[in-house]
């Protein structure tokens, strides 16, 4: 079994604030809002990664298409965050 590893983390007061709320709100703790929120970005980190490297060992064409991808993949995860936030108000709207 392999162990997480820790990590001490500062954050802003907002930042803070915000990642607390969220956690209260679904009764979990801010560590697990936190992981949550990194182990979805995963593969995005893992092609920026890739993406720096190529463009270290001189293949900026492949940096560039990688990078290309990444900004559209990134496009498709806010119009996902769009659309729940829009079924979270309509929910809300529902209910008063």
Do not use: C, W, Y
């Not at 980190?45 to 990078?67: F, G, H, Q, R, Y």
């Amino acid at each position: 079994m392999v162990r997480s590893q820790r990590v001490g983390l500062s954050l802003k007061p907002e930042l803070n604030d915000a990642i607390t709320r969220l956690a209260q709100l679904n009764g979990i703790t801010k560590t697990a809002i936190i992981t949550a929120m990194l182990t979805d970005m995963l593969p995005h980190l893992k092609m920026l990664v890739k993406t720096l490297e190529k463009a270290k060992t001189a293949a900026p064409d492949d940096a560039l298409k990688t990078l290309k991808s990444l900004m559209t993949d990134a496009g498709e995860v806010f119009n996902e965050a769009q659309l729940s936030l829009i079924d979270l108000e309509n929910d809300i709207n529902g209910r008063l």
